[in-house]
Each structure stands twice: as structure tokens, then as C-alpha cells.
């Protein structure tokens, strides 16, 4: 029996479709691999929700914004259920960012003290140390790869912040190419889950880099308690961070947080804290270098604002520039671009009856990308923000119910706020103090991985 879903808009105008040129065995397996993105932006052409074929998977893209609403708030009949997150799991824990719904509300209210207004106040001074060292420590005239830079500010501020610890240079590039290789495999994985098992060079690349992003974790979690210890014991000065939250909470019985949730939290928090961030920066650089007039347009509000400092968070406020290049960036390249869910009970959608087990897909790329909700959708418009906000009218509000590079309900990004902060205190203190400029020659793609980041981003860095 489908279940009543009578709090959600009626869908009955919306259409179901498929994608065409599936292959008999391998189904539409070879686009997802090579060009995933180009794959996905077509799908709107055949439907609101598009079915596809990972092998002989049927899989259930959304492409219609109302579709997208009733799947990600509905977490009782769109469950994180299914071969993709039994493998997340596997391989990052039984965290906020994996667990199913059943668990997600208990573990949200455990997490959520620690990204209150008043911590990430805290978090965003932390931050601006980490900003501030690395736009002291670039050169003039150099060329470098700006996504291993932008990831290394990141692992910087989010390995202060969250966890209240250093990662020295080497050890802070070895967390990068670990988590590179983890996040190329587990999509690989996502698509070819057979071929998980298989002895290859490429799984057993995955392996050693699985293994060696758990042990920075496990020795952040190993350093963060002696601290503690030299704290209680009055050696040490107390820190507020998502760590110290973890590890001094109580459960609603009144039970210490058990080390595996807290290794399990923490493991997720890499992840989200260093390469969304990463990402999100390397491709608002990547994008500014391209346009020159709004990368002008940013370094005289960030120039008049800041004065040559590192910003703060109280200048965000008057960085409404900022603010829109970095929603920009994140409409056209939403760091999370595939996440998927798995009907618990048999449904509908657009009217197409879905079996319970079935695997729905929502890509924030393929709907920031509709042009009757972004005219000329595939272009860089900052400006687009501005309008909406100073009409206040439907259209507005539209394209902000449509834009979820955080996902939308209960399971919405944690630290959605902390990660909007830094990127947006980053940018405008590397706006006002570099000029970035593309290598000649260079092509710039996004690798296929679970975060949507630039394979590399080579520039040669102009300080003004």
C-alpha cells in the first residue's frame, strides 16, 4: 500500500521518464564514470524523476525541485539505507553524516551544543589564524596548485577548530592524498560495488588510504585526551571544540559518549570539515580568475572592508559580495553532488510506483542547473543573489527553496554555518591581498569523487 503523503505539494503534473542509451550489461555505468556531470545536467530533459541504470540497478534521479523537497524531508519513507551507505559506513562509522534515520534524531541533538552561535564564534577566531598564515605564507609570481593550498588552509582551520590540535605540513599533505583516494574510491565503489572485492591496485590503494585517514584520527582523539588530562590535572588551558564537546557530553541515561561514536563522529568531521570548505574555495578562485570584472568588483569591497587584515566574522555582514560569489559557487559546483537515499516502504513519485528498496538519487548539481529557476543556469552571475534579494518575490524564493548544496530537513549539514564562514572569511581576506591567475594551457575538470572538487587547479598567485 503506498503511504498517505498529503503534507507535501501534489506532484500529479510532474513527469517520469528515462534516461536513454543504456547498455544491456553495464547500463548507463560508463557515462557515470567518465562524464558524470555532463551526464546529469542532461537528465531535465527527460523527466522530473529520471530513471536510470547503474548495471541492472534501476536508480531514481530528482530532477524537479518539489521532488527533492518531499524526498530529503521525508526521512521515515526515504531512509540512508542501501549498498552505498552500508558501504559509507564500512568505511567512516555509524556517524551523524551515515546513520539512518532511526538513530539520526539522537545523534543530531548530541552533536548540535557543539555548532551553537557562541562555539562557532570560537571556531571562526581559530579560522582566521589559520587565513591569516597562509595568505602571509604565499609568494609573488609563484605557480601552485591552489586546490593542494586551499586544502591545506582548510585542514589547518578545521584541525584547530574542531579537534583543538596541529597537523604538521607532511603530515597535513599525507591526510590529503589519503582522503583523494578514499573519496575517488568509495564513488568508484558506489558504482561497481562488486569490484570492491577484487585484489586490485586500485582497492588496495583504497585500503591503505582508508587505514591511514582513521589513524590521524585516532591519534587526534589520542592527543586530544592527553590534553585533557594535563588540563584536569591543571598543566594545560581548556578549549572549547567539537572534540572536547564529544568526549565531556552525557548521553540521556547519563553514560560518557562510547569511543567508537566518538571515533566515528570525528572521522565524519575530516571529511566535512576539510574538503566541502576546500573544494567550495578552490572553485570560487577557479571561477573569479575567469570573470574578471567580478573578481574586481570583490577586491574593492574586500579591500575596503578589510584594509589588508584578515577578516573576522563580524565583517561578514558587510561582505554581501562575498557572501553571493561563494553561493554562486556553490550552486554551480555543490560539494555534495550525489546523495542518495532508499525507499523503506513502497511509494510514488511523479507518478511512478517505487518498490520499497529502491535507490533515489538527488544531485544539487542537476537542479541548480534548471534554467526556469536560474536563467542562463550555466553561467557564473553572483549578481542573480542580489536580485532576489532585493525583490523579495516569488521567483526569489523559488530559487532559494530549489538551492540545497547543504541538503535540506533533518539531515541538513551540521555545519553548514561553520563551513559558510570560513570559505567566506577566507575569500574575501585572499581577494584583497592576491590576484589569481590561470596557468596558460591548463584545463581545469572536476575529478569523479564523492566531494565535487577540481583535479587540479594550477595558478600562479599576484600579490597586489
Not at 589520542?222 to 572534540?243: D, F, I, S
Request: aromatic share 6%; charged share 25%.
Amino acid at each position: 500500500m503506498v503511504p498517505r503523503q498529503d503534507r507535501w505539494p501534489d506532484d500529479s503534473g510532474l513527469r517520469a521518464g528515462r534516461a536513454p542509451g543504456a547498455r544491456p550489461l553495464t547500463g548507463h555505468l560508463g557515462a557515470l564514470y567518465r562524464t558524470p556531470l555532463s551526464f546529469l545536467d542532461g537528465l531535465p530533459r527527460h523527466g522530473d524523476l529520471v530513471e536510470i541504470r547503474v548495471g541492472r540497478r534501476p536508480v531514481f534521479v530528482l530532477c524537479h525541485p518539489a521532488l527533492v523537497r518531499r524526498v530529503l524531508t521525508d526521512d521515515r519513507v526515504y531512509d540512508r539505507h542501501g549498498a552505498s551507505y552500508e558501504r559509507s559506513r564500512r568505511a567512516m562509522g555509524h556517524g551523524l553524516a551515515t546513520c539512518p534515520q532511526a538513530d539520526h534524531r539522537a545523534q543530531r541533538r548530541l552533536m548540535q551544543p557543539a555548532f551553537r552561535p557562541d562555539h562557532l564564534a570560537g571556531y571562526a577566531a581559530v579560522m582566521r589564524q589559520a587565513i591569516g598564515e597562509t595568505a602571509d605564507g604565499w609568494r609573488h609570481g609563484r605557480e601552485t596548485d591552489l586546490g593542494r593550498e586551499l586544502f591545506l588552509l582548510a585542514t589547518k582551520s578545521a584541525i584547530r577548530a574542531l579537534f583543538g590540535a596541529d597537523l604538521p605540513p607532511a603530515e597535513a599533505r599525507e591526510l590529503h592524498d589519503a582522503l583523494d583516494t578514499f573519496l575517488k574510491g568509495i564513488y568508484r565503489q558506489s558504482l561497481l560495488p562488486w569490484a570492491a572485492r577484487l585484489p586490485t591496485p586500485g582497492n588496495r590503494r583504497y585500503a591503505r588510504a582508508l587505514a591511514c585517514w582513521r589513524a590521524h584520527t585516532t591519534r587526534l582523539i589520542g592527543a586530544h585526551r592527553a590534553h585533557a588530562a594535563e588540563q584536569a590535572a591543571g598543566r594545560a588551558a581548556g578549549h572549547k571544540n567539537v572534540l572536547s564537546h564529544l568526549l565531556s557530553v552525557r548521553t540521556p541515561d547519563g553514560a560518557p559518549v562510547a569511543d567508537d561514536a566518538v571515533h566515528d563522529q570525528s572521522t565524519a568531521l575530516v571529511v566535512a570539515g576539510i574538503e566541502t570548505t576546500a573544494a567550495a574555495l578552490a572553485w570560487a578562485c577557479h571561477l573569479l580568475s575567469h570573470h574578471p570584472a567580478v573578481e574586481e568588483e570583490l577586491y574593492a569591497e574586500a579591500h575596503g572592508v578589510l584594509g589588508g587584515r584578515v577578516a573576522t566574522q563580524d565583517d561578514l555582514p558587510r561582505l554581501p559580495l562575498t557572501e553571493r560569489v561563494v553561493m554562486e559557487t556553490l550552486r554551480l559546483y555543490p560539494p555534495a553532488w550525489l546523495i542518495p537515499r532508499s525507499t523503506a516502504v513502497e511509494t510514488e513519485l511523479a507518478g511512478r510506483r517505487l518498490p520499497a528498496g529502491s535507490t533515489v538519487v538527488f544531485s544539487p548539481y542537476v537542479v541548480h542547473r534548471r534554467g526556469d529557476l536560474y536563467p542562463e543556469p550555466a553561467r557564473f552571475l553572483p549578481g542573480r543573489w542580489a536580485a532576489d534579494e532585493a525583490s523579495g518575490g516569488p521567483d526569489g524564493s523559488v530559487r532559494l527553496r530549489a538551492y540545497a548544496p547543504f541538503g535540506l530537513g533533518a539531515h541538513r549539514c551540521i555545519g553548514e554555518a561553520f563551513a559558510l564562514t570560513e570559505a567566506t572569511m577566507a575569500l574575501a581576506t585572499l581577494a584583497a591581498r592576491w590576484r589569481l591567475r590561470p596557468v596558460p594551457g591548463a584545463v581545469v575538470r572536476p575529478a569523479a569523487r564523492a566531494v565535487l572538487a577540481p583535479e587540479r587547479l594550477p595558478m600562479y598567485l599576484y600579490e597586489r
